[in-house]
């Protein structure tokens, strides 16, 4: 097994999912919003809006997989739905800070976080 490649901003272009299967990671434009889980079945994939800073990108791609996590939770029976959206985006924004500040995310700087974080204040 190796890691996926990664594009222009250091996203991995897939996310493993084990037993050999894969979900895309594409970066799309036009798109409401900032990123989503497509579900549809054929074109399973995270979309990421090409327009927003790269850090941005990164805090999306997990808003993602905490989502993509949660549903597998549904379906194990573990939660009976998926929290509010206001809870993931909380909780993605603050996991991402910690996990970068302590380079445990590929694909961004500590300097590039930092800057982000000025900018958004």
Request: aromatic fraction near 4%.
């Amino acid at each position: 097994m190796s890691y996926p490649s990664r594009d222009k901003d250091n996203l991995p272009t897939s996310i493993n999912l084990g037993m050999a299967v894969e979900l895309p990671v594409r970066q799309h434009k036009p798109m409401d919003g900032l990123g989503c889980l497509d579900t549809r079945d054929g074109h399973e994939a995270i979309l990421i809006n090409t327009e927003q800073p790269k850090v941005g990108k990164h805090i999306i791609l997990l808003h993602e997989l905490i989502h993509l996590a949660l549903e597998h939770l549904k379906d194990e029976k573990v939660i009976r739905r998926q929290p509010s959206e206001l809870v993931v985006t909380n909780l993605a924004g603050s996991l991402f800070s910690l996990l970068a500040a302590n380079g445990l995310w590929n694909g961004v700087t500590l300097e590039e976080l930092e800057e982000f974080i000025k900018t958004r204040k």
